[in-house]
């Protein structure tokens, strides 16, 4: 055999493997595309199951819970009875469940709606607003943040607006008054908590932590902002969910307050603030328990 003939034999045998082979690749890509085909619809059957089994106050307490920054502060606070930073023991055995979605009521009912059954996952301990339990746990988080305030040197005013502008209007726009915070303006505080679990803001909340909280900062603008301007005042509404997401407005100026407190006492900033938000969600949960 010449070598121009074992040339062409051994480029034909070549070009026969190159074709086999290029075959079985794409027999395995094909494969592993049924596969991959196959797999995402196995995967999106699971998710749509699993959206099947979940209600959305579930998906609100699981985004407001888990994906919020200060919602789990409290857990982290130093015990302390003389200055009201702990929990009873039972309170706090439901506080963990109530945390990790488990049954909180076993069947049982509210003592403030006659005939309402508690859902077993506290959803409507959470909203009730029944007795006096909201107000109360509106005044100790207003209390802290004023409290707050006079450890930082912010002089503080509380529960101003009361017939003060034009039309003698029995509003109170501020629970708590800032005078000469921001250029010059006072600012008035507005303390407001909500409920994500509301049906107006139930499935926005169900994807932000936050969106709640965002919907109540519009209605308290919307309230307050023309007497708030007569006044030569700026409205800001320090507005906290249930679950202990922060509005952003809320967050600015608390943040504000822990820079002036670090600076007085020379102590980080982030230090500051995790002390804040604990003692703030810790009281939150005690008023809600």
């Known amino acids: 055999m ?21 075959h079985n690749t794409y027999r395995s890509m094909e494969g592993a595309s049924d596969m991959l085909q196959m797999s995402s619809h196995h995967l999106s059957q699971a998710i749509e199951t699993f959206n099947s089994l979940v209600s959305p106050a579930d998906a609100v307490s699981v985004e407001s819970l888990l994906t919020s920054s200060v919602s789990q502060k409290y857990l982290s ?8 930073l702990h929990l009873d023991p ?22 403030l709606c006659p005939g309402s059954t508690l859902d077993h996952l506290g959803h409507h301990a959470v909203i009730c607003k029944y007795g006096g339990d909201v107000v109360s746990r509106h005044n100790r988080i207003r209390d802290i943040l004023i409290e707050t305030c006079r ?16 039309d003698h ?30 049906p107006v803001t ?10 709640a909280a965002q919907a109540t900062e519009a209605r308290k603008h919307q309230a ?20 202990g997401a922060w509005g952003k407005e809320a967050t600015a100026i608390i943040s504000s307050v822990a820079s002036r407190l670090a600076t007085s006492t020379c ?23």
């Not at 010449?2 to 290029?22: G, N, P």
């Not at 606070?77 to 009201?84: A, F, I, K, M, R």
Request: net charge negative; hydrophobic share 40%.
């Open 77 to 84: 606070v130093v015990p302390s009875e003389n200055l009201g």
């Open 267 to 289: 102590r980080p900033k982030s230090t500051i603030l995790h002390e804040i938000y604990g003692q703030l969600n810790l009281n939150l949960v005690c008023a809600r328990m």
């Open 202 to 211: 139930l499935l926005e909340a169900g994807v932000s932590a936050t969106a």
């Open 2 to 22: 010449s070598l121009l003939t074992s040339s062409r034999a051994a480029l034909a045998s070549t070009d026969q493997e190159a074709a086999l082979d290029s």
């Open 169 to 198: 209007s029995k509003t109170r726009p501020a629970d708590i008054l800032l005078p000469n915070w921001f250029l010059g303006r006072t600012a008035a505080l507005d303390v407001s908590i909500t409920s994500p679990l509301n």
């Open 224 to 243: 307050n902002d023309p007497k708030c301007s007569e006044l030569g005042w700026v409205c800001v509404p320090m507005v906290v969910e249930t679950y």
């Open 90 to 111: 039972p309170v706090f055995q439901v506080a963990i469940k109530w945390w990790l979605g488990l049954d909180t009521s076993e069947g049982s009912q509210c003592a």
């Open 151 to 166: 450890r930082a040197c912010i002089g503080v005013k509380v529960e101003v607006g009361n017939n003060l502008s034009r």
